[in-house]
């Protein structure tokens, strides 16, 4: 009785008593769920953001690529715009309703809004626009060494490709 007595009027942590004796933790199975819970919340949030950084590296590499092969490539700067009237409308004129521009890159062009506002011009009667095409003779004159429509050397029984007509580089 007395050592009940001197355990009761302990001073001092009872917690940590308690802990070395054989005391059964109710804690253990929680602490373990929480370990668990926290490690697949984090494994969760590890895949969310890789997967969010990737996306965005390929957006912005899709992005700095258009940009660079098409957009603002010198190669498909317009050098030369070739309009064709039967007299009446001058060609500066044909330029200005189309809204176009020595120098503008050949892919930004829409087609069907040049078109359309050329029609809605009521002295003109039909209109036909095409993005590029080279007419030149010689196949050696021609600009591109591939083919524009599908970027490969035209086969060698083919002078022009079948997509675009356009002539054959040797």
Do not use: Y
């Amino acid at each position: 009785m007395l050592t009940q007595l001197q355990h009761l009027f302990r001073v001092g942590n009872r917690r940590r008593h308690r802990e070395n004796s054989n005391v059964l933790r109710v804690k253990l199975r929680t602490d373990e769920l929480r370990r668990v819970r926290t490690r697949f919340a984090a494994q969760v949030l590890t895949v969310f953001l890789s997967g969010a950084a990737l996306l965005f590296i390929g957006w912005r590499g899709v992005d700095w690529a258009v940009k660079e092969f098409v957009t603002e490539n010198p190669a498909f700067v317009t050098k030369t715009i070739d309009l064709q009237t039967d007299g009446v409308l001058t060609t500066e004129a044909l330029r200005r309703w189309a809204g176009v521009h020595i120098g503008e890159n050949l892919m930004r062009f829409d087609l069907t809004r040049i078109k359309r506002e050329l029609e809605l011009v009521p002295l003109i009667q039909s209109v036909a626009v095409e993005r590029t095409r080279c007419a030149s003779a010689s196949p050696s004159a021609c600009p591109w060494p591939r083919c524009p429509c599908s970027g490969l050397a035209p086969a060698a029984a083919t002078p022009r490709c079948s997509t675009c007509s356009t002539p054959a580089a040797t």
